[in-house]
């Protein structure tokens, strides 16, 4: 059992940087494969990138890639999503997500644990 809380979410400028944090409560949080997602207005939830627990490998969707970092602290039970250089296009809520396994790790439906979001506007 995880429980997740995102924070760090707000308003910026194109261009800016913003680093998002997820909080994890439970335990084996190391052990979990950590994924963030995002939900803009008007559009399915999809896959932002994830970390997995053994070995820390990261995994980004193309649009993302060059720009966003997500890593981990194991011992705060915390997740990260460093965002630079954002876009207008980046603006949505982005949801932190835990689940076992290392492969598949871009279905949504895979992670059965979730936080409750955490919104970010990008203005242009």
């Known amino acids: 059992q995880v429980q997740l809380v995102e924070s760090g979410g707000g308003l910026v400028q194109a261009g800016d940087s913003l680093r998002l944090s997820c909080a994890a409560s439970g335990r084996a949080f190391s052990m979990y494969t950590m994924g963030w997602f995002r939900q803009a207005l008007g559009k399915e939830r999809e896959f932002v990138g994830a970390?997995?627990?053994?070995?820390?490998?990261?995994y980004y969707r193309d649009s993302v890639k060059g720009r966003f970092t997500i890593s981990r602290d194991n011992p705060k039970n915390t997740l990260y999503l460093q965002m630079n250089t954002l876009k207008p296009e980046d603006t949505a809520v982005y949801y932190c997500a835990a689940r076992r396994g290392d492969y598949g790790l871009g279905v949504a439906s895979d992670y059965p644990y979730w936080g409750q979001g955490t919104q970010v506007t990008v203005s242009s």
């Open positions: 970390i997995t627990g053994v070995g820390s490998n990261t």
